[in-house]
């Protein structure tokens, strides 16, 4: 059964609203091949979505279709099959930009989050060398000015900031987080300058599922002069997003988060700040005119994607996205909560687990992190996998927000739209086990 | 939860590796010691500092000495490791490294040898388990720089 079968013969699906039900949960696992296996002996309960997400035979399929028919390198040769190709991977970047309320034009791929994040920062510390002027000169950074990040940034939305604060001069600052690691409007208002140029936060905590603020943000940022940066891995496949609403300036997140590939992300540039920003990568396929002396550049995205691009990956993605909207964002972020309250009320009633991020009946995304006294996570993870149950453990490329909630690793339970109640149960009666296994518990 | 022979979590965490990480023998920083190396498993975060003192002569193997944060196995080596090495020339110390990285590459494929690795020998199991070799090593790896400081 394909998704558009089992989703679009009910028309109603997305206008029923609310979560989804344990019926049509059940129907869309039918559609993930990779849930459908044993581990260790246990049927598989995947609750590491947040790290990578499972595919749908749609996905898997229009990957495998794309290959065998049409693949050829995109925007060169005349050939037909150059010619499928081209128009693929661009109704692709269409298909991309309207889930996110942008234009095509606005989107460009990369290689994943890490690298769009990479990819503004060292766009920026090209403008602060004075790279793309007299364009680029808004964007560019001197001593004295500052970026402002959050204390619960993943390590991809804080060391690009810290490598752009060296190379330009200007000042790293961040916005301190609380006891359990969130922090409000007030916080952010308490450390924001009129000496801040850039704003980069994460939409939703990969470590706590807080969800910033964004509004308030973005109003701070754009008061100061500001731009601003959203890391919105843990949000473009969980909730409905739109960009353009939100008013960020640069978004990134990665196709394999969201029901895709692995080697595509994509990054969102609002198209005159995408404009304003000097290439990073330089080659084929994003130039105008080259001499042996100089080379003028193509507009926007093709600025950014120098060399042969993840074309599969992108047809693919798009595949992904359509999944994703049949069976409707809204419902699949309230899915999500639904089943986090379950796991935040239920870690919360064992003894010795700690959660952290947004105390129980506070938003939060679908995932929770928590703290087992006495035992390390990795012990945890272990004992999990043991009865086939996949979560994360670790500081989830986090450092800083652990150092900050006085631990050096949690375990991690991350839902998606595929998650089931009998996953989050078992996890549950698992945790509870763990203290006595390893003799914390006395 | 039961815990049978054929089970692979067992295996992993047998009794011995359990208890060494609770009860563990070595975990104190000493003020004065011959050498000091700090290791760190960047992938989980584990980290140890193992110290080393040795006879006047450079000899033998005193006292060894670590502190650390990080999970069962990882602690539980240095435990082991901390009641191996003490009294031990030092010409032994470095084989019985060598010896137990061998097994922890082997993929529970090498029988260890009881006379040569002691207590050791329990970490077998976790030769099975590749995303956990780091964590038993990470000692041996930190005692093994302190000697090389020395020769």
Redesign the interface.
């Known amino acids: 059964m394909t998704p558009t079968e089992a989703l679009t013969t009910e028309p109603d699906l997305r206008v029923s609203g609310g979560a989804l039900s344990s019926a049509e949960v059940a129907r869309i696992r039918a559609d993930f091949p990779a849930l459908d296996q044993a581990v260790?002996g246990h049927p598989l309960a995947y609750l590491d979505s947040g790290a990578t997400a499972q595919r749908p035979w749609a996905v898997l399929d229009a990957e495998r279709r794309f290959l065998e028919t049409v693949n050829a390198a995109v925007h060169r040769g005349a050939h037909t099959l150059a010619a499928l190709s081209t128009e693929e991977f661009e109704a692709a970047r269409e298909t991309v930009a309207r889930f996110v309320g942008a234009g095509p034009e606005e989107i460009v791929w990369t290689a994943n989050a890490t690298d769009a994040l990479n990819l503004v920062a060292s766009g920026i510390a090209n403008a602060s060398r004075g790279r793309g002027a007299p364009a680029s000169e808004r964007l560019a950074l001197q001593p004295g000015d500052e970026i402002l990040i959050t204390e619960a940034e993943h390590h991809a939305n804080l060391i690009p900031w810290q490598e752009l604060a060296a190379a330009t001069g200007a000042t790293l600052r961040w916005i301190p987080v609380r006891d359990d690691g969130t922090y409000t409007a007030q916080d952010a208002a308490a450390a924001m300058s009129d000496k801040v140029r850039i704003l980069a936060f994460a939409h939703i905590s990969n470590v706590t599922g807080f969800v910033a603020p964004v509004a308030e943000l973005v109003e701070l940022a754009h008061a100061a002069g500001a731009i601003t940066v959203l890391d919105a891995c843990q949000s473009a496949p969980h909730r409905h997003l739109n960009l353009a609403e939100l008013g960020v300036d640069f978004a990134a997140f990665s196709g394999h988060k969201m029901l895709g590939p692995t080697g595509i992300g994509v990054l969102y540039g609002r198209s005159e700040l995408l404009q304003a920003l000097p290439p990073v990568r330089t080659g084929g396929s994003m130039i105008t005119t080259v001499t042996m002396e100089k080379t003028e550049f193509l507009a926007p995205p093709q600025r950014f994607e120098a060399g042969t691009q993840p074309v599969s990956q992108a047809v693919a993605l798009a595949e992904a996205i359509r999944y994703l909207d049949a069976v409707g964002p809204e419902r699949i972020e309230a899915h999500e909560r639904r089943l986090a309250r379950t796991l935040v009320d239920g870690l919360s009633s064992i003894p010795g687990i700690r959660v952290v991020g947004p105390a129980a009946g506070e938003p939060r995304a679908g995932l929770v992190s928590f703290d087992v006294d006495g035992?390390?996570?990795?012990?945890v993870g272990?004992?999990l996998d043991?009865q086939g149950i996949a979560v994360r453990?670790?500081?989830h490329c986090a450092?800083p927000l652990?150092r900050r909630l006085g631990l050096?690793?949690t375990t991690r339970a991350s839902t998606y739209l595929y998650t089931t109640d009998a996953d989050v149960d078992r996890l549950l009666d698992s945790v509870a086990?763990v203290r006595?296994?390893?003799?914390a518990a006395s | 939860?039961e815990r049978a022979a054929s089970?692979?979590?067992g295996d992993?965490?047998q009794q011995v590796i359990?208890d060494h990480?609770?009860r563990r023998t070595g975990d104190q920083v000493l003020q004065a010691f011959d050498a000091e190396h700090y290791e760190r498993n960047p992938?989980?975060?584990?980290e140890i500092t193992v110290q080393l003192v040795l006879s006047a002569d450079g000899g033998v193997v005193d006292e060894l000495a670590w502190h650390g944060?990080?999970?069962?196995?990882s602690m539980a080596s240095a435990s082991v490791l901390a009641e191996l090495v003490q009294g031990k020339p030092v010409a032994e110390v470095r084989s019985m490294i060598d010896s137990f990285r061998e097994l922890m590459r082997s993929r529970g494929t090498l029988e260890p040898d009881e006379d040569v690795l002691g207590d050791a020998v329990a970490f077998q199991g976790v030769s099975k388990?590749v995303m956990?070799v780091k964590?038993a090593m990470l000692s041996w790896v930190a005692a093994e720089a302190c000697l090389t400081q020395l020769a």
């Open positions: 260790n035992v390390h996570a990795h012990d272990q004992l043991a453990v670790g500081h450092q652990h050096t690793a086990g006595s296994y390893f003799g | 939860m089970d692979p979590l992993l965490y359990l990480a609770k992938t989980c975060g584990d944060a990080g999970c069962s196995i388990f956990r964590c």
